[in-house]
């Protein structure tokens, strides 16, 4: 807050927000929230095709998008992924590989024990918060680490899970990660999530799936260059 209020707009601009509070009282809780309330306000995407089906539109799905639906609820996909973000918000381990800096944890402190970091319980390693599916074709790479490149071959994944990890190739990722996976399969195939047990999904069951998750994308959210400001108060560069 001391570096936002030596910009005199962004002083105006909090003061304008919350004039019952003097900018001096102000805590980081209060630059946080505004965070938020852009966030809310500016990204909050709830006219994907699904949510018009939702709302009694019987034409908003596709057929094959409408047959997606079936399959994916018909599935263990739903167990996790449920709600209005399609997250049941809680910490599953499903065996993804772990590249990039990590969390300082294991011999080489660039693996990531996950749930474990906050929660201080062995029992939590590898556990990370249910991917969320609104927009999700939109939002590669995928896993925790990003080490998952292309949306199908994350659905993909889930299918015989633990032959994935073993097999995983870090050749596709970028030059800079290569390096950096960290050899970890075993360790977290011996806390995986039992949901993922026996699970194998057929091309033809993964096909229905990538059909459904279309259904999940707002067109808005296609369109966001209207989002990024010309200027920001401080004058540092934006990169529209």
């Not at 249910?130 to 680490?145: D, F, I, K, Q």
């Not at 026996?198 to 209207?226: C, F, N, Q, W």
């Given at each position: 807050m001391k570096r936002l209020g030596a910009i005199p707009e962004y002083r105006a601009m909090f003061q304008a927000a919350d004039p019952d509070t003097p900018f001096e009282a102000m805590t980081f809780a209060h630059a946080s929230n505004a965070i938020g309330a852009f966030l809310?306000?500016?990204?909050?995407?709830?006219?994907?095709?699904?949510?018009?089906?939702?709302?009694?539109?019987?034409?908003?799905l596709t057929p094959k998008q409408l047959e997606g639906a079936k399959t994916f609820l018909a599935l263990r996909c739903v167990q996790c992924h449920n709600g209005p973000t399609f997250s049941d918000q809680e910490f599953?381990?499903?065996?993804?590989?772990?590249?990039?800096?990590?969390?300082?944890?294991?011999?080489?402190?660039?693996?990531?024990?996950?749930r474990a970091n906050i929660t201080g319980d062995d029992?939590?390693?590898?556990?990370?918060?249910?991917?969320?599916?609104?927009?999700?074709?939109?939002?590669?790479?995928?896993?925790?680490?990003?080490?998952?490149?292309?949306?199908?071959?994350?659905i993909e994944h889930y299918s015989e899970s633990h032959l994935k990890l073993l097999a995983f190739d870090p050749s596709r990722l970028?030059?800079?990660?290569q390096a950096t996976l960290v050899p970890n399969a075993a360790d977290v195939l011996a806390r995986r999530?039992?949901?993922?047990?026996?699970?194998?999904?057929?091309?033809?069951?993964?096909?229905?799936?990538?059909?459904?998750?279309?259904?999940?994308?707002?067109?808005?959210?296609?369109?966001?260059?209207?989002?990024?400001?010309?200027?920001?108060?401080?004058?540092?560069?934006?990169?529209?």
């Amino acid at each position: 807050m001391k570096r936002l209020g030596a910009i005199p707009e962004y002083r105006a601009m909090f003061q304008a927000a919350d004039p019952d509070t003097p900018f001096e009282a102000m805590t980081f809780a209060h630059a946080s929230n505004a965070i938020g309330a852009f966030l809310v306000d500016q990204l909050t995407f709830t006219n994907a095709p699904w949510d018009r089906f939702l709302a009694g539109d019987d034409g908003a799905l596709t057929p094959k998008q409408l047959e997606g639906a079936k399959t994916f609820l018909a599935l263990r996909c739903v167990q996790c992924h449920n709600g209005p973000t399609f997250s049941d918000q809680e910490f599953h381990n499903v065996a993804v590989a772990q590249i990039g800096p990590g969390q300082g944890n294991g011999p080489s402190g660039l693996d990531d024990f996950g749930r474990a970091n906050i929660t201080g319980d062995d029992a939590d390693r590898y556990r990370f918060r249910t991917t969320p599916l609104r927009n999700v074709e939109l939002t590669a790479p995928y896993g925790h680490a990003g080490s998952i490149l292309d949306l199908r071959e994350f659905i993909e994944h889930y299918s015989e899970s633990h032959l994935k990890l073993l097999a995983f190739d870090p050749s596709r990722l970028e030059p800079a990660l290569q390096a950096t996976l960290v050899p970890n399969a075993a360790d977290v195939l011996a806390r995986r999530d039992p949901i993922l047990d026996g699970v194998v999904l057929p091309d033809e069951i993964v096909d229905k799936l990538m059909d459904y998750v279309s259904a999940l994308t707002d067109d808005a959210a296609r369109r966001m260059r209207h989002i990024a400001p010309t200027r920001v108060p401080s004058h540092l560069p934006v990169d529209r």
